[in-house]
């Protein structure tokens, strides 16, 4: 390994809603992602990674800028990250990487028909009419917008359209639900061909991207995965799946939401609509609720074993990426960082999807980084990280200064090994609704403590003791000093950010 590798070429590769238990290289046992894994034994694996938010558009904002939610702006879905304000992707293009993205960003709003967005749903039939970008500091993009069967839009359902014909479109925006109860990762088996399939697209044109640009100036490209989101679609045609018998059943003890904030168990049973906690808006990864108590066993496992077959058929694409890599003998001087921006529930502690839940499964994500020339591979470090680390740690990769905004740490030392940590705490933020659910969570190496806006309850866990989060001991007295310290040192992280706060979103 050289001592002053030059500046590497940057491969951000994102999922959307994956957990670290869907790959073998953290440990599952029940399926196998033979890629994911070669990347994480010629790389580092990192086991204590944070989002900053266990929402799409706040953690994808926060990965590319290095900030907090509080300071970028972008609290929820349906908001939109400033288009003047500058990404990682911005500093590399004026330092002179070529910048490209591919497949889904969300940095702005879905719905409505907002001309100021580029993502909104008008695009999802209407296509850009040649528009690629630039986008957000991107000099050139192809975006897909939305999941599964309302995903086959923007710049790949352009080509869905265009290879396979419209009608071909629409029959694809329908696929056969295999579960009895209504929840939101229900088991579809879909007649989309695996040719077509977006996971298929995106491993294509980032093919593609690499094959024209092997021996041009050093690249950001940054590649989006809309998979495993819900709702759990797999192609008829593949063959390599998860079966339900081998997937555990989700891990709830009846009772364990009792000492939990109320919405909690207001979402496992389906009450959010008459919630308290709500307002305005319905929850974020819940929407007006389920009753999951109605989610049978039998449910229970085909919409986890479909959500881990969706991940096995983005761990083939990337392989297809790393093999184009080694090809065009690339892959020594590219920085890769593989990562999702938050986690899915899958019926762990009684509830599905995302919202405000700090869970483990949740705010953890895997986080794998590859750059043969400039990291030794073949580890794991259980230092803690934030996907807010991302964008400096890439850019002091890349000999650019990292600007004096950005919340996130440079992480090298801790990748290289010379550190064995490079933060004692992550922060993870979440405003559900602005007048009725806010929170913020302060982990450290052994604890974990969520503080909620204006209200008298609140979560503290051992993790350590309890790694399942069963107990909450925000009241107990046995652990009032940790509750103490751990408020302080959430006052003083929300501190360092308010200085500079400035809002920069809208609704």
Known sequence: MNTTPARPNILIVTTDQQRTDSLSCYGSEFTSTPNIDRLASEGVRLDRAYCTNPVCTPSRVSIFTGKQVSRHGAWNVGTHYAADERMVSHILRDAGYRTHYIGKAHFQAFGGDDSRSREHSARWSSGYDGWTGPYYGFDTVELALGHATYGISGHYGEWARERAGADAVEGWKRATNLCEASFGGNAFDWDMPVEFHNSTWTADRAIAFLRGHATSRPFLL??????????????????????PDDVPLPD??????????????????????????????????????????????????????????????????????????????????????????????????????????????????????????????????????????????????????????????????????????????????????PDTLRLKTVVTADRKLTWYAGQPYGELYDLERDPGEKTNRWDDQDYSADRSELLGRLLDMGESIEPRLRRHCYA
């Open 222 to 243: 940054s590649v989006g995965f809309q998979d495993p989101h819900h709702p759990h679609c797999v192609p008829v045609e593949q063959t390599d799946r998860v079966s």
């Open 252 to 433: 709830f003890e009846p009772g364990e939401l009792d000492d939990k904030p109320p919405h909690f168990l207001e979402a496992h049973e389906g009450r959010l609509e008459s919630s308290a906690m709500r307002g305005e808006y319905p929850m974020a990864g819940q929407g007006s609720g389920c009753d999951y108590r109605l989610v049978s066993e039998r449910d229970a496992r085909l919409g986890r074993a479909y959500y881990h077959s969706m991940v096995k058929l983005i761990d083939a694409q990337l392989g297809r990426i790393l093999d184009a890599l080694d090809e065009l003998n690339l892959a020594n001087d590219t920085l890769i960082v593989f990562t999702s921006d938050h986690g899915e529930l899958l019926g762990d502690h009684g509830l599905w999807m995302k919202g405000p839940f700090h869970y483990e499964q949740l705010v953890r994500v895997p986080a794998i980084w590859r750059w043969p020339e400039g990291i030794a591979g073949g580890r794991a470090v259980d230092g803690l990280f934030s996907l807010a680390d991302i964008a400096p740690t890439c850019l002091a990769a890349a000999r650019v200064a990292v600007p004096d905004d950005m919340d996130g740490v440079d992480a090298l030392p801790l990748l290289t090994g010379r550190e064995a940590t490079v933060r004692d705490a992550a922060l993870v933020e979440m405003v559900d609704n």
